[in-house]
């Protein structure tokens, strides 16, 4: 059997809280979408974060869908980790 790589996937989340209620899908992506998706977020300084499991379970949700409500603490965790990174990096300027 040969070893085959699964093509990689990427999601973009986004999240305004004086405007929406919860995160939203903003880009979603396999293959070269997903290289699309990271490159952007890269050349923008947009924290990329890898987490297969959250990815699988936000992977049903359509572009421009809500986060469900089961999913906020999974979801909160990247927000913070990103704010880390946010805070680290201005402390650092």
Known sequence: MKNQQK???AMALGYNPHS???PKVLAKGKG???ENILSRAK???VPIQEDKSLLS???NL???ES???ELYGAVAEVFA???RLDRDISKKE
Do not use: Q
């Open 7 to 9: 093509r990689k996937e």
């Open 20 to 22: 929406e209620a919860a």
């Open 32 to 34: 070269i979408i997903a």
């Open 43 to 45: 050349e923008n300084g």
């Open 57 to 59: 379970l936000l992977g």
């Open 62 to 64: 359509d572009i421009g």
């Open 67 to 69: 986060i469900p409500e």
């Open 81 to 83: 980790f990103i704010y």
